[in-house]
């Protein structure tokens, strides 16, 4: 009888540190499903679609999340509270996840015609700033301001999950499978910064002043959201895409809830202009696209051709 | 000279001018207790506690510590000042009474070891 | 109900339960000084856990590959999580954690001091994986036998996920010799610094431990200082062959009679010096954390008062 639970377990302890090659948990990093997600990443180009589009529009989807991946995984150790400190991390990683798979996918369908594939670290790592095509409210800094990292996870992830509910009827396997995965994770994004934003704007007359604010900073950034690229105009016809232009009235209708919900005002401030009407998805991008990068690719740069 | 120990199980911290008194801090969230079913068929089970400043954040503050592995399938939590409890010092007349009645449990009865599945 | 015990009675029950070795739980009478022992353990255990987010949270941003920045990612997370485990097991003793996060950020209490180190390579994240997690989880398995209940819960929850965090330190250190001869350099360069660091992480030797006794005879230690370095030797010595790496101690060989590697005696003043608040990254460790709790506080406050006006809207 001197067997007891803690002993077993101890014991279980105890052997891992000796099984030093281990397999790896796919969950422990991932989430559950992103296995059977890869598996289809060598899915063939559905027919009559063009595979320049489909990689491009692949590397928007994947830019976007991995961006504000990078942005969300700043907050690492600097959090407000610890229980925020895990609720931030499942974030990013989440859309970490779904990044990986994004640029998989753009890496292989681009490759396809020519037999040059790029994996998806040739992608994050070694593309420069112009080769990018992420929309400029996932690069915006939060500068460790609570309020600017709720705002924007507010419209994004709401943004994010009203495209990603339409790409489930994608004629794309890979873009079904990521959106069917994604719905849920970004219905959670989106509820957490909801909440969030309910605290902030219906807290303290402090806060109150702090989120409206951010929502201020972040709202210039909202109007390109909606904008239709040609790439996007094209693959919309096909099956494959959403057009950004018709989620505007549900990404609306839930900002305008939330906010007023919240005590805060939706912004009147003219949107943030394009360069020669290119914006983010065209490859223009603000000026924090660059230090943002150089943080990501400096190391991975450092060393070409290693593997880690 | 400081005295430190690694009893602390992360490694080498001092075991002297180390204050532990107790208070509280103005402003922090209240604490409640999590309680996880960890798949259909079980009961929910408490595996710990969590600070939020209302239930509903409970609830998902819960759920990105307690269920980040995929370990539950539904999640309950209560104020931790909300639980009425008995107390373990006065266990004798609580829960004495059920200590002698050997026959509620399975080990009680002898089975034969070529009878299966008991 | 009961008539009231008297302390010598409860002393003499604790005893009982400890000598049964079963668990001490939240509500039992228990001696102030063993109360007074465990808030002090367990919550610089939990302090450990989230300073040492900053060492390997400094090379999240810049993993050199995508699977490695969500593995990284996690693991860092993991340990808010198991700060966050550990502050919960303090707390049924009657502390709260805003008051044990005062205490951490004014000084007033301690965390490990191998984070008082600098991360310089992403070798580092590897290593730490090793070396510190493996030290760590050398001292933490016997905890999951505590006498405490709750803390010996958190430690079987939280030994489950350290031995994730040694593998991928492991595995990420096998990919770095694997591959070109900088990253071979990096590993080599980076376990040299940790080594000794790592050794410390068992705290002074036998000899200069007073508190070890009263510890095991609670219940609350169960293996000596010595005896856990020595286990850990032993354990490294052929991961470190496994991986082509040298360990930095001309000193350590296999003794066959005593079954155990010999190894030179770690420079305890270098310890002593760090501990005391002169190590490489003290001061910017604990005015990292008390920023980031500073500066949330009008997060909290907002949360808080959030909640009071919706409770009085019911």
């Known amino acids: 009888m001197r067997t007891t639970q803690e002993d077993h377990d101890a014991t279980n302890a105890y ?16 989430g559950t499903g992103v296995e059977d997600v890869q598996a289809e990443i060598t899915s063939p180009v559905p027919d009559g679609v063009d595979a320049a589009d489909l990689a491009r529009y692949c590397l928007m989807l994947g830019d976007d999340a991995l961006i504000c991946a990078q942005r969300l995984a700043e907050w690492v150790s600097n959090a407000p509270e610890l229980e925020e400190e895990v609720a931030l991390a499942n974030t990013a990683l989440d859309l970490l996840g779904q990044a990986r798979v994004l640029l998989a996918r753009a890496g292989h369908v681009e ?43 507010l419209v994004f992830s709401t943004w994010r999950l009203a495209l990603l509910h339409r790409l489930l009827a994608s004629r794309d396997p890979v873009l079904a499978a990521v959106a069917g995965k994604g719905v849920k994770e970004l219905a959670y994004h989106r509820d957490y910064a909801a909440r969030w ?28 959201l909606f904008r239709t690229s040609d790439v996007e105009r094209r693959l919309v016809g ?12 549900e990404v609306d209708g839930v900002l305008d809830e939330v906010l007023s919900r919240a005590t805060l005002t939706r912004p009147t401030v003219p949107p943030a202009g394009t360069v020669g009407g290119r914006g983010g998805r065209q490859g223009a991008h603000t000026e924090h696209l660059g230090h943002v990068l150089a943080e990501l690719q400096s190391l991975a740069r450092q060393h070409p051709g290693a593997s880690w | 000279m400081t005295e430190y120990t690694a009893e602390g199980g992360h490694g080498a911290v001092p075991t002297e001018g180390v204050p532990t008194g107790s208070g509280t801090t103005k402003g922090s969230w209240p604490l409640y207790e999590v309680f996880v079913r960890g798949k259909r068929g079980l009961n929910h089970v408490h595996v710990g506690s969590i ?11 819960a759920r990105d510590l307690y269920t980040r592995r995929n370990e539950g399938v539904s999640i309950w939590v209560v104020l931790a000042s909300d639980i009425t409890a008995s107390s373990p010092a006065e266990k004798d007349p609580f829960f004495a009474p059920a200590g002698d009645k050997v026959y509620r449990h399975p080990t009680f009865y002898a089975i034969p070891e070529e009878v299966p599945h008991l | 109900m009961t008539a009231t015990l008297d302390e010598q009675e409860l002393q003499g029950r604790f005893e009982d339960v400890i000598a049964a070795d079963q668990r001490i739980e939240p509500r039992d009478w228990m001696p102030e000084a063993y109360r007074r022992t465990l808030v002090r353990q367990i919550a610089q255990h939990a302090h450990s856990e989230i300073i040492g987010m900053q ?29 966050m485990y550990l502050y919960a097991a303090a707390e049924t003793l009657g502390v709260d954690r805003a008051e044990l996060t005062d205490k951490l950020v004014t000084g007033k209490q301690k965390y490990s001091s191998i984070f008082n180190y600098p991360a310089l390579s992403y070798a580092d994240v590897g290593v730490i994986g090793w070396l510190v997690d493996g030290a760590a989880i050398c001292n933490q398995v016997p905890l999951c036998r505590c006498s405490y209940g709750p803390y010996a819960r958190a430690m079987i929850r939280i030994c489950k996920e350290e031995s994730f965090h040694q593998r991928q330190g492991y595995e990420l250190l096998l990919a770095m010799v694997n591959g070109t001869d900088a990253q071979r350099e990096m590993v080599q360069e980076s376990t040299n610094r940790f080594w000794w660091p790592s050794l410390m992480m068992f705290g002074p030797p036998d000899a200069d431990s007073p508190n070890t006794s009263q510890s095991m005879a609670w219940g609350i230690k169960r293996h000596t200082n010595d005896e856990l370095r020595q286990r850990f030797v032993d354990m490294t010595v052929p991961q470190a062959e496994a991986l082509g790496i040298t360990l930095p101690d001309p000193g350590l060989a296999w003794n066959e009679e005593r079954g155990h590697y010999d190894f030179s005696e770690p420079d305890w003043t270098e310890l002593q010096a760090v501990i005391s608040g002169s190590g490489p990254c003290n001061a910017q460790r604990i005015a990292h954390r008390k920023r980031a709790h500073d500066e949330g506080e009008w997060v909290r406050e907002a949360a808080a008062a959030y909640a009071r006006k919706q409770e009085s809207r019911r």
Do not use: C
């Not at chain 1, 052997?15 to 991932?30: E, K, M, N």
């Not at chain 3, 995508?66 to 996690?74: E, S």
């Open chain 1, 111 to 153: 490759g396809s015609g020519t037999g040059t594939a790029r994996d998806e670290d040739a992608l994050a790592y070694l593309r420069a700033e112009p080769e990018f095509r992420n929309v400029a409210l996932a690069e915006l800094p939060d500068s460790l301001d609570f309020g600017r990292a709720i705002a924007r996870l």
């Open chain 1, 238 to 249: 096909a099956g494959v895409a959403v057009d950004p232009a018709d989620v505007r009235a």
């Open chain 3, 55 to 83: 060492p390997e949270g400094n090379w999240i941003l810049r993993a050199p590959s995508l699977r490695r920045k969500a593995i990284l990612l996690a693991k860092v997370q993991d340990e808010a999580g198991h700060g």
């Open chain 1, 197 to 224: 934003t309910l605290r902030l704007g219906d807290g303290t007359p402090e806060s109150h002043r702090r989120m409206q604010a951010a929502v201020d900073a972040v709202w210039p950034y909202v109007e390109e």
């Open chain 2, 51 to 61: 600070h939020a400043a209302d239930a509903e954040m409970a609830l998902h503050n």
């Open chain 1, 15 to 30: 052997q891992s540190l000796a099984d030093t090659v281990g397999h790896d948990d796919p969950r422990w990093a991932f």
